[in-house]
């Protein structure tokens, strides 16, 4: 790449005046990644091994709500993950406030797992059933709301990659404002159907299963390690 | 590498058509070795300081069912590390579906140290051990089930080096599949019999201390890193 | 780079004569990715899933002290692990001391969340609110202190890139150095008056908020990773 | 580098055979330092937030052995974790056996930060005292044969750097081997004498505070990353 000697040149060669000190997006990655393995295996501590006796084999069965909580939490942060490595062909640097945004991402990812659980534990309970149900789906909608923010900030700063097309920046920015607004209103929906709203929060959540769109780029495709040369 | 300004080329220069959006393996090794850690060191909060006592020497040994444990699933996550690790020269990217099957093999991993737990925790007592060995053994099969998916699906996705010798990706993958078999006969064995179950599942998990056959590839080998340019 | 044949030549190609053995700065930020993540994360096994009950929702809300006391932690964390982040621009090197250094530095952020919990937990109890608000802001006090010890060693060792601007380096000495006194003055004050002190170092550690000023480098700027080649 | 298109080609272009699948050091640390990071931040798990009360800021002050808990652990691990980042710049690879010795080497440093807080918990109660030094150092004297078992291992397999002076390779052998000896008889001391056995193999542990020798290469010093191209 090109260098400049005089100090009083942008500090990124592509001529963006940049937001704070910008770098790439592998030490963001390693942080969110980090705490997304965290959130992820953390559930796990919650596991108490039962008190032995005749009928150890049901109290390992019956700790089966507390397996749910672990899973349900395991597929969300797992689906955000999956995308936020995704999106990570989609960033190309980062900046203050694009990393102030990743921060509020990763607070409600650390949470996350708590609601999945309080959901599980008690999913057999109809004292606890409702009031639990709408918390995780609160969440689930918070969740992706500070997904949203931290795109939106991505794009106002220019921590998005330039070299995508912009058409596809316009589906990827409907899809994400599609979401959320879909998740508030089964937070909502929630309030007078719990079913209801779980159903669409996990509809829509589940739906991020599907592949996403491959990113189309208008001048040139950034490398993808690993491959030939050829 | 060749580089097209073509919005509608490949996105990937080695013509692969790519499966969501296809980066290369680091990042997938950088979160699956931090579910890893976690579970590898996350048992350690399992130990309590005993309280103090002219017998405080004795009630640190009596804890060693935990250390057992500990030591159970360190072993075993340990030598998937090292696999995971060896595989990563054999996958060459990461496409959606390959990072899903990735997110359920890590589930398997974050979970496994607790029937290693109920196992070691109550290894002396003849009313518990039944039933935490089947349930160690049916989590050592399922753990190995996943990682089965996710070999199955790297090959069905293409993310699979494709530059590997066919005949050792072939004897790879039979090794696999026979290593998952005969962990599913375990679990079943060990409804019959425990021990003999246990035996069998700890004989195939510890067959994987031996080092791995080295990557043989068809055109050229990729850099390893730390080598001399000689 | 010039590679030297001789053993006795400076291990460094820009002629530094090293600190132990001296490697770049990307391990360093792992690990404290790493500790920084699950500081960040950690708070989160406080959370206790209430008992199921006909009041289960108001049991999920009274636990806000505990959510508090994530979020107070959450944001001093991620507060610092972004000018972490920054502060790896313009670190060069890492060097024995300054890894000792940035140990120091990461005991005070492991530890940062038990004060924020032990001041949000009973932010509501008047008996404990004066000695957890001192608690707390002798602990801001503390992190800082560690912080401005980073980067007095990095300076001392030579670890902080040469290629920065004289001025730009004095100006980021007097901000670390004036933070650390306010935080003190801080402390000290919290005695007199918890409020006052608290809202000095609320005042002085969100002040970081703001984008820090971009770097200024006298000969050549770094490649920021992700940058067009163009 | 030289790429070979022949299969039966050595997988490493230095002639080296290969111990199953060879990589370079890189994931090696990351899931090394991501278990230190883990072992290094969790014993703050075990504060708890005491009750409210008159007497609150004595509460905070009485956990003051869990603090030291936490700073014996910290310091002891922090002191590996820099000795370890120092010698990534000695191995230049990692075979199968290499791993597996450091995977016995993580085991130990996971498990250090029990016998701290074993320690620390009960320092003031003269019951536990003694049985708690000598699990403590001995505990220690493991954790550095490991280290010892992990050096030979990377000697045995060709793992460390082959470009290393002879000389330099042999001093550090050495050291090991004594650092190794002297806390075994730290241990055994303890036995007799714990104030005695502790303080050497505190001593011992704290002389590597001191800055290792800067590694001297025979034919090429490999890059240290951040270094000028001039």
Same mark, same amino acid.
């Given at each position: 790449m090109t260098r400049s000697n005089d100090p009083a040149a942008a500090p990124r060669s592509d001529g963006h005046p940049?937001?704070?000190?910008v770098r790439g997006t592998q030490r963001m990655e390693i942080f969110a990644d980090a705490v997304f393995a965290i959130a992820f295996t953390l559930p796990?501590?919650?596991?108490?091994?039962?008190?032995?006796?005749?009928?150890y084999a049901e109290r390992l069965l019956a700790l089966w709500p507390f397996y749910l909580g672990y899973l349900?939490?395991?597929?969300?942060?797992?689906?955000?993950?999956?995308?936020?490595?995704?999106?990570g062909a989609i960033y190309r640097t980062t900046?203050?406030?694009?990393?102030?945004?990743?921060?509020?991402?990763?607070?409600?990812?650390?949470?996350?797992?708590?609601?999945? %659980?309080?959901?599980?534990e008690h999913i057999m309970d109809p004292e606890a059933r409702e009031a639990s149900a709408i918390?995780?789906?609160c969440a689930l909608a918070a969740t992706g709301a500070t997904w949203?923010?931290?795109?939106?900030?991505? %794009?106002?700063?220019?921590?998005?990659?330039?070299?995508?097309?912009k058409a596809y920046v316009d589906r990827l920015d409907r899809k994400y404002v599609v979401t959320t607004?879909?998740?508030?209103?089964?937070?909502?929906?929630?309030?007078?159907?719990?079913?209801?709203?779980?159903?669409?929060?996990?509809?829509?959540?589940?739906?991020?299963? %599907?592949?996403?769109?491959?990113?189309?780029y208008v001048s040139e495709a950034p490398t993808v390690e690993g491959e030939s040369d050829a």
């Open positions: 940049g937001d704070g000190a796990v501590v919650e596991f108490h091994v039962p008190e032995a006796g005749p009928d349900l939490a395991a597929i969300v942060i797992g689906i955000y993950w999956v995308h936020h490595h995704f999106s900046g203050h406030h694009f990393l102030l945004a990743t921060i509020l991402f990763l607070i409600a990812i650390g949470f996350i797992a708590f609601p999945s %659980r309080a959901f599980a918390f995780y789906v949203l923010i931290k795109w939106k900030t991505g %794009r106002w700063t220019g921590d998005v990659d330039e070299r995508l097309d607004a879909l998740l508030v209103a089964a937070a909502a929906l929630a309030f007078l159907s719990w079913p209801a709203g779980l159903a669409l929060a996990a509809l829509v959540t589940l739906s991020y299963l %599907r592949a996403p769109e491959t990113p189309v």
